[in-house]
């Protein structure tokens, strides 16, 4: 049991930084020269993705972008800087969610609202 969690964990970290990759790659297509990073914390129940805007200037804007489940990989849109929405947006266990999230995911995080 514990190694399906830890093969788990792995995949979904995994993914994270795949969609942080693709996130940035966006990013970078609409704003040339200009620079942005996320963070990952991890806390309790969630994965917590921190945009952070201008990263090496003196004033970073930070803000929430996105809530991984730990165990689930389940992708939610942040209700406040402490807590998710509560619908599932993506999940990043699944395949075929995972890939549409990276085929819809923008910086700004216009593909966590509902449809």
Known sequence: MHTQLAETTQVIEARIHCLIDKLIEKFQQQHPGSTINYEVVR???YYKLICVENPHAQRK???VHAFVGRQTGSVYKPASWKAPAK???YNLLDD???ETCLKNA???GAYLYMQ
Request: no cysteine; glycine share 6%; aromatic share 14%.
């Open 106 to 108: 923008d910086w700004a």
């Open 87 to 89: 619908h599932v947006r």
């Open 96 to 98: 075929v969610s995972f």
């Open 61 to 63: 804007h930070t803000s």
């Open 43 to 45: 806390g309790t129940k």
